[in-house]
């Protein structure tokens, strides 16, 4: 079956780069699209990015400049970036398949992200 694994520091300090890596398995990454979404406490789901079936990546608006999606099809993982973090950043962190267009049709657990000195 599809699982998705998201890894990665649990304790980020400000100003510093968050990045964690999702690890796919029971499908290959380069036929679909996957997305990065997270969820502030006591907020709503927010979508960050996602990269397509060729490698293009596109951003929030809102998290555009700060944030980097890249794909490695060899270890069928994908990964996230977000530079210059600050303690607005604590979320739970999750990588999906799909898109907000179609839906989200599996999840990682998601992995909680804090951002703090």
């Known amino acids: 079956q599809v699982q998705l694994q998201e890894s990665g520091p649990g304790l980020v300090k400000p100003s510093q780069t968050l990045s964690l890596t999702c690890t796919v398995s029971?499908?290959?990454?380069?036929?679909?699209?996957w997305s990065w979404i997270r969820q502030p406490p006591g907020k709503g789901l927010e979508w960050m990015g996602i990269?397509?079936?060729?490698?293009?990546?596109y951003y929030s608006p809102s998290l555009k400049s700060r944030t980097s999606i890249s794909r490695d099809t060899s270890k069928n993982q994908f990964t996230l970036q977000l530079s210059s973090v600050t303690p607005e950043d604590t979320a739970v962190y999750y990588c999906?398949?799909?898109?907000?267009?179609?839906?989200?049709?599996?999840w990682g657990q998601g992995t909680q992200v804090t951002v703090s000195s």
């Open positions: 999906a398949k799909g898109a907000s267009s179609e839906g989200y049709d599996y």
């Open positions: 029971g499908i290959t990454t380069s036929n679909y699209r």
């Open positions: 990269t397509d079936y060729s490698g293009n990546t």
